[in-house]
């Protein structure tokens, strides 16, 4: 039996978590170094419009279509 490959392993690129989206996730960019934190690490990619807000509309949306259907 192999291992099973398909596990994601730590520090593997992320992909947005905008519902279709398949960008890489990436850092927004930092103004302020003083500001800079470890904080969590990116969850959505460059697409402005792709972010928690909109990605929390976005699965309500997909579900209220797919229940709808
Ligand atoms: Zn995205």
New binding site residues.
Partial sequence: METTRSEKAPGEKVI???PG?E?E?VEPPRKDNRAARQGPPPR????EE?NAASTFQEIKRLEQEGAAS
């Avoid at 959505?44 to 697409?47: D, I, K, R, T």
């Fill in positions: 947005c978590l905008y989206c960008q996730a959505y990619c460059e697409n792709h």
